[in-house]
């Protein structure tokens, strides 16, 4: 996929009921960090179901740019030879990430705590999106920025340090990508790195450090224990080993929410990742009603998985806690269509971090369910979304501000309005879910291209 392409309309029909068993994707976040622990070790690291997205394959050749051998040896089968910490070169030419917030802002850590410079930049949508709170913490570990655009944004040179000087950092906000940066800049750094969240966030740069042989702890802190305090030894040898990447449950939340509401649906989705500080939407959806049961749980790649068996419901609105969110981030805008076919109110609390996504998501998502008849406010940062217990109107065409997730979630909405819902553009849908197309086809969805007629 280009993300110079001209936009590609797709459509979703009212469907029939949806019928099958499938695995998703592997994890997004996995997948990125699996590539850059390899990079950084010693030795050879070899991955099994690798989300072959354009997100990762960019993460992918940016570690080949710095040193590392990258080769693929089948569908998702994956061989990295690092180079160990302090052993990269600098790139060729610039790591262009595409549209991949995630794989730029923890190669930054990388490159922020390892003597070499590169140049970052992205698509569109990746140059609008803010870099400094990566940054503040990488600058007081000796990085430094050698060019940027306007307000810390790419086109960026980085320049690391010969060693990174160990900090001790309170989060400003509950964010895995800058709790992930700081830690992997304070793999150069001589000492102890400290790293302080108030609210515990995704634990998955936590989990692989300990699987590549670093010395990390963690430790609750804060008020009731929400927060975490992580400590890192620096200057570990890292050593490869193999990584089994389970399925991603932000891209199970497309199948799962589209069997919720199409009358009549029931889908198995096999090895989902059940990682607590990942479930958050499941959690919610059992709350507003959800027949969702966990099958054949079981240890895959340092993280729990399970099989999940999806059947139609009748949901109904729910209040959902803001601090919830870091654990379904990237889940509130189908949690929001999930949320046009329940009766009564859904108020989702505290989404300050959704207006700093692919796109402003909470903008996107409300705009969306306007277009497509439903009932909505915006209070501060809650969205209220007000549903009738019934299919809404549908027949609108979304924008989606080249953000995968915006057009993901409004194609499963047209999967039960009583319109079509046409999407404005469906092409980057690849970064984090190529197969979402035929995999929804094989269930029975009818997903078309072009604008409805």
Do not use: C
């Amino acid at each position: 996929m280009s993300h110079d392409s001209e936009p590609q309309p797709v459509t979703a029909h009212p469907a029939g009921p949806l019928t099958g068993a499938l695995k998703p994707p592997g994890d997004k976040s996995i997948s990125h960090r699996a590539m850059i622990f390899g990079l950084l070790s010693v030795g050879e690291t070899r991955v099994e179901g690798l989300l072959e997205g354009d997100d990762v394959l960019r993460t992918a050749a940016a570690v080949k740019a710095l040193g590392a051998q990258v080769t693929r040896e089948g569908e998702g089968r994956w061989r990295i030879v690092g180079v160990g910490i302090g052993g990269m070169q600098d790139p060729d030419g610039v790591l262009d990430f595409g549209n991949a917030g995630t794989g730029s802002r923890l190669m930054m850590g990388v490159v922020g705590g390892q003597p070499v410079t590169a140049t970052f930049d992205g698509d569109a949508s990746l140059r609008k999106r803010p870099m400094r709170r990566i940054l503040d913490p990488i600058l007081k570990m000796g990085a430094e920025v050698v060019s940027e655009a306007e307000g810390g944004r790419v086109p960026l040179t980085l320049r690391g340090p010969r060693e990174a000087i160990p900090i001790r950092y309170e989060l400003p906000v509950a964010s895995a990508q800058i709790k992930s940066a700081v830690l992997l800049a304070g793999l150069n750094a001589p000492g102890t790195t400290t790293v302080i969240e108030k609210a515990a966030s995704r634990d998955h740069t936590e989990r692989m450090l300990r699987l590549f042989g670093a010395d990390v702890s963690v430790t609750p802190s804060g008020e009731g224990g929400h927060g975490r305090t992580v400590t890192l030894t620096g200057q570990p040898t890292l050593r490869g080993t193999d990584v089994i990447v389970p399925a991603d449950p932000s891209s199970a939340a497309f199948p799962l929410v589209a069997a919720l509401i199409v009358p009549g649906s029931e889908v198995t989705l096999r090895g989902v990742m059940m990682n607590p500080l990942r479930t958050g939407l499941i959690t919610t959806l059992i709350e507003m009603g959800a027949d969702i049961e966990r099958l054949d749980e079981r240890e895959e790649g340092g993280e729990t998985v399970a099989d999940l068996r999806v059947r139609a419901s009748r949901l109904h609105g729910v209040e959902v806690p803001a601090e919830r969110a870091p654990s379904m981030i990237d889940e509130y805008p189908i949690l929001a269509v999930a949320a046009a076919f329940a009766e009564g109110t859904t108020r989702m609390n505290g989404l300050h971090e959704l207006r700093v996504k692919e796109s402003d998501r909470l903008a996107a998502v409300a705009a969306g369910l306007a277009a497509n008849g439903v009932g909505y406010d915006i209070e501060g940062d809650d969205l209220i979304v007000t549903g009738k217990g019934e299919p809404p109107v549908g027949g609108g065409t979304v924008a989606t501000h080249l953000d995968h997730r915006i057009a993901m979630a409004f194609l499963v909405m047209g999967l039960a309005t009583r319109k079509p819902v046409t999407v404005d553009d469906g092409a980057m849908i690849a970064t984090s879910f190529p197969s979402f197309r035929p995999t929804m086809l094989a269930l029975g969805a009818r997903i078309e291209d072009g604008a409805a007629a």
